[in-house]
Protein backbone atom coordinates (compact mmCIF):
# COMPACT_ATOMS: atom_id res chain seq x y z
CA UNK A 1 0.00 0.00 0.00
CA UNK A 2 1.36 3.34 -0.97
CA UNK A 3 1.04 6.49 1.28
CA UNK A 4 2.21 8.93 -1.25
CA UNK A 5 -0.81 11.00 -1.86
CA UNK A 6 -1.69 10.95 -5.72
CA UNK A 7 -2.24 14.10 -8.11
CA UNK A 8 -5.52 14.80 -9.17
CA UNK A 9 -6.05 14.35 -12.97
CA UNK A 10 -7.21 18.32 -14.56
CA UNK A 11 -11.23 18.30 -15.28
CA UNK A 12 -10.34 18.83 -18.87
CA UNK A 13 -8.41 15.62 -18.80
CA UNK A 14 -10.68 13.56 -16.86
CA UNK A 15 -13.74 14.31 -19.33
CA UNK A 16 -11.64 13.50 -22.62
CA UNK A 17 -9.98 10.18 -21.04
CA UNK A 18 -14.04 8.83 -19.94
CA UNK A 19 -14.92 9.98 -23.73
CA UNK A 20 -12.19 7.84 -24.99
CA UNK A 21 -11.31 4.95 -22.07
CA UNK A 22 -15.16 4.50 -20.89
CA UNK A 23 -18.09 6.22 -22.56
CA UNK A 24 -20.93 5.08 -20.50
CA UNK A 25 -19.42 7.06 -17.18
CA UNK A 26 -19.75 10.82 -16.47
CA UNK A 27 -17.74 13.56 -14.90
CA UNK A 28 -20.20 15.54 -11.97
CA UNK A 29 -19.03 17.38 -9.11
CA UNK A 30 -15.40 16.10 -8.90
CA UNK A 31 -16.90 12.57 -8.96
CA UNK A 32 -16.70 9.90 -12.20
CA UNK A 33 -20.15 8.03 -12.07
CA UNK A 34 -21.83 5.58 -14.26
CA UNK A 35 -25.64 4.40 -13.48
CA UNK A 36 -26.25 0.78 -14.06
CA UNK A 37 -29.96 0.21 -14.62
CA UNK A 38 -31.05 -3.55 -13.50
CA UNK A 39 -34.35 -5.32 -14.47
CA UNK A 40 -34.95 -5.28 -10.52
CA UNK A 41 -33.98 -6.26 -6.81
CA UNK A 42 -32.21 -8.82 -7.22
CA UNK A 43 -30.22 -7.62 -10.37
CA UNK A 44 -29.51 -4.57 -8.30
CA UNK A 45 -28.41 -6.80 -5.41
CA UNK A 46 -26.16 -8.78 -7.65
CA UNK A 47 -24.62 -5.46 -9.32
CA UNK A 48 -23.54 -4.20 -5.81
CA UNK A 49 -21.96 -7.10 -4.88
CA UNK A 50 -20.08 -7.62 -7.93
CA UNK A 51 -18.75 -3.44 -7.68
CA UNK A 52 -18.20 -4.51 -3.42
CA UNK A 53 -16.08 -7.37 -4.38
CA UNK A 54 -13.96 -5.02 -6.78
CA UNK A 55 -13.86 -2.29 -4.36
CA UNK A 56 -12.05 -4.48 -2.08
CA UNK A 57 -9.98 -6.17 -3.74
CA UNK A 58 -9.03 -2.61 -5.74
CA UNK A 59 -8.92 -1.23 -1.59
CA UNK A 60 -10.58 1.76 -3.45
CA UNK A 61 -14.19 1.73 -2.57
CA UNK A 62 -16.70 3.93 -4.30
CA UNK A 63 -19.89 5.52 -2.95
CA UNK A 64 -23.02 3.93 -4.16
CA UNK A 65 -26.77 4.76 -4.85
CA UNK A 66 -28.90 2.17 -4.48
CA UNK A 67 -32.41 1.90 -6.12
CA UNK A 68 -34.63 -0.62 -7.13
CA UNK A 69 -33.91 -0.85 -10.91
CA UNK A 70 -30.24 1.02 -10.77
CA UNK A 71 -26.84 1.45 -8.84
CA UNK A 72 -24.75 4.86 -9.39
CA UNK A 73 -21.29 4.11 -9.13
CA UNK A 74 -19.03 6.98 -7.77
CA UNK A 75 -15.58 6.98 -7.86
CA UNK A 76 -12.93 9.94 -6.40
CA UNK A 77 -9.68 9.22 -4.72
CA UNK A 78 -10.21 11.40 -1.32
CA UNK A 79 -6.71 11.62 -1.00
CA UNK A 80 -6.04 13.14 -3.49
CA UNK A 81 -9.33 15.38 -3.82
CA UNK A 82 -10.19 14.34 -7.16
CA UNK A 83 -9.70 11.77 -9.90
CA UNK A 84 -6.48 10.01 -10.26
CA UNK A 85 -5.53 6.61 -12.20
CA UNK A 86 -7.36 4.73 -8.75
CA UNK A 87 -10.14 5.69 -10.24
CA UNK A 88 -10.20 5.19 -14.05
CA UNK A 89 -8.32 1.81 -13.55
CA UNK A 90 -11.09 0.75 -10.91
CA UNK A 91 -14.15 2.24 -13.17
CA UNK A 92 -12.43 -0.14 -15.92
CA UNK A 93 -12.61 -2.87 -14.02
CA UNK A 94 -16.19 -2.58 -12.70
CA UNK A 95 -17.00 -1.91 -16.24
CA UNK A 96 -15.51 -4.82 -17.77
CA UNK A 97 -16.64 -7.32 -15.39
CA UNK A 98 -20.66 -6.18 -15.21
CA UNK A 99 -20.96 -5.34 -19.15
CA UNK A 100 -19.18 -8.73 -19.71
CA UNK A 101 -21.19 -10.72 -22.27
CA UNK A 102 -20.24 -14.69 -22.50
CA UNK A 103 -22.00 -15.10 -25.50
CA UNK A 104 -20.30 -12.44 -27.10
CA UNK A 105 -16.79 -12.86 -26.09
CA UNK A 106 -16.30 -16.92 -26.13
CA UNK A 107 -17.17 -18.36 -29.11
CA UNK A 108 -20.09 -20.04 -28.70
CA UNK A 109 -18.90 -22.07 -25.59
CA UNK A 110 -20.65 -20.24 -22.84
CA UNK A 111 -24.43 -19.23 -23.85
CA UNK A 112 -24.57 -15.92 -21.73
CA UNK A 113 -28.21 -14.85 -20.47
CA UNK A 114 -30.57 -15.91 -22.18
CA UNK A 115 -32.69 -12.95 -24.40
CA UNK A 116 -35.61 -13.84 -21.87
CA UNK A 117 -37.31 -11.01 -19.56
CA UNK A 118 -37.24 -13.53 -17.30
CA UNK A 119 -33.27 -13.76 -16.56
CA UNK A 120 -32.04 -10.62 -17.90
CA UNK A 121 -31.30 -8.58 -15.45
CA UNK A 122 -28.42 -5.72 -16.41
CA UNK A 123 -29.67 -3.57 -19.23
CA UNK A 124 -27.38 -2.12 -22.13
CA UNK A 125 -27.12 1.02 -22.77
Given amino acids: MTHEIEQPIPEPE ?3 RLSNE ?4 YYENGWIRRKIKTSGWKATLMVVNTVGHLAEKAWHH ?11 VKLVTHSAKGITDKDFLLAKKIEEVLMWDAAETSAGVLE ?3 DDPRFKYIKKD
Fill in 22 to 25: LPHW
Fill in 14 to 16: VIE
Fill in 112 to 114: GTP
Fill in 62 to 72: PDLTVSYAFVI
